[in-house]
């Protein structure tokens, strides 16, 4: 599809409890739109066996993150689990500048303070389970959590459930294919919201000479 | 898709110049997708050759207008070179009760006359040409105007195109298969908004039981 017109990047916000497909519909729509990319988080918790360094997370120790909070290097901050968790600034407003989204990976804590700064850039989304069976049925499968933590995190699953009425967009994800169609959606029609698209008045200019 | 939540309707108007390509961009949007209805105007004036009354407009006299217009049966209704056109309000409610949306083909007037009186009930998309030469080969292609009437409708244009930044969203036709991509995708993202799916609050009482 052309895009000649200049326009402003969006930050695009998926929130979900573990579990209710978020990292999967991430993965999945970044593959399928090379306008948008992840922010990597900061984070002091160790890496999962899994993880790699600077794609999931940034993982730093305490000092360094204090000093990024000190400098006001991060958009947001938070703690969980005992963990910091922290989004760098540079990046993101780097990419919008030059009319590139941004997805966030966030909880609600995180999207509720990036809200807080950038509410114009921003589109939120929830993504719900289909059910709670079904969400406990994807947290046993992932194996890599133990069971002490499947229970926190299902504990956990209430209390960010609580907050999807914060969220401009809500998707039930039954289906992941069909999630994913309905996220694509979402940035697609945000991107062709007037006020992203900077360019037009010099467009309508033209037009009407 | 599966659609089990009950949703309130929405009201998707779009808006454009004659020639801009909105008149098919909605005959095709409304072949593609059974969840959308078209308002059909009360129009004064008299019909096209091509024109079928009840599916193009409800071609009424004035007096049958006047009535309506004093019996409040109208959500909007405007002068538009010298003739009267009108938007029934009954069928609309009906339907966005029933968790159907409605698109509405209409210009800047009846726009913002339908966002006074619903204005959390709509979304609005305005359709521009990709250029004033390629907007008055349209009009001149379609025949059934007057070369008076060209004309007129591109001394018009200018006058509509004025009201572009009225709009939540824009859409600019270089390509009627990529514009009628872009509308769906906004139809469903706007079908996904937390505010339009009433239906959540339950679902949500019962995951989190």
Redesign the interface.
């Given at each position: 599809?052309?895009e000649p017109?200049r326009r402003r990047g969006l930050m695009l916000v998926l929130s979900s409890p573990s579990g209710a497909g978020k990292t999967t519909i991430s993965r999945r729509l970044l593959e399928a739109d090379a306008g948008i990319v992840l922010s990597v988080s900061v984070t002091t918790r160790p890496p999962r066996p899994n993880e790699v360094d600077g794609r999931d997370y940034s993982f730093i120790d305490k000092a360094a993150f204090d000093r990024m909070v000190r400098e006001d290097a991060l958009l947001e901050h938070a703690e969980v689990f005992g963990h910091h968790y922290g989004t760098p600034r540079a990046p993101v407003e780097a990419a919008l500048a030059a009319g590139r989204d941004v997805l966030f990976d966030v909880d609600w804590q995180g999207a509720r303070a990036l809200g807080v700064r950038m509410r114009a850039d921003l589109a939120t989304?929830?993504i719900?389970?289909p059910?709670?069976a079904e969400?406990e049925r994807r947290l046993r499968t992932r194996r890599q959590d133990t069971d002490e933590t499947v229970r926190a995190r299902m504990a956990k699953a209430?209390g960010e459930?609580?907050h999807?009425?914060e969220?401009?967009?809500?998707?039930?994800n039954?289906?992941v294919d069909?999630a994913l169609?309905?996220v694509?959606?979402?940035l697609?029609?945000?991107r062709?919201?007037?006020a992203r698209?900077p360019g037009?008045v010099a467009?309508?200019k033209g037009?009407?000479?």
């Open positions: 599809m052309s017109l989304i929830f719900l389970p059910s709670t969400l209430g459930i609580a999807w009425d969220y401009d967009y809500v998707v039930v039954r289906d069909e169609t309905q694509r959606a979402i697609t029609a945000e062709l919201r007037r698209q037009l467009f309508v037009l009407t000479g």
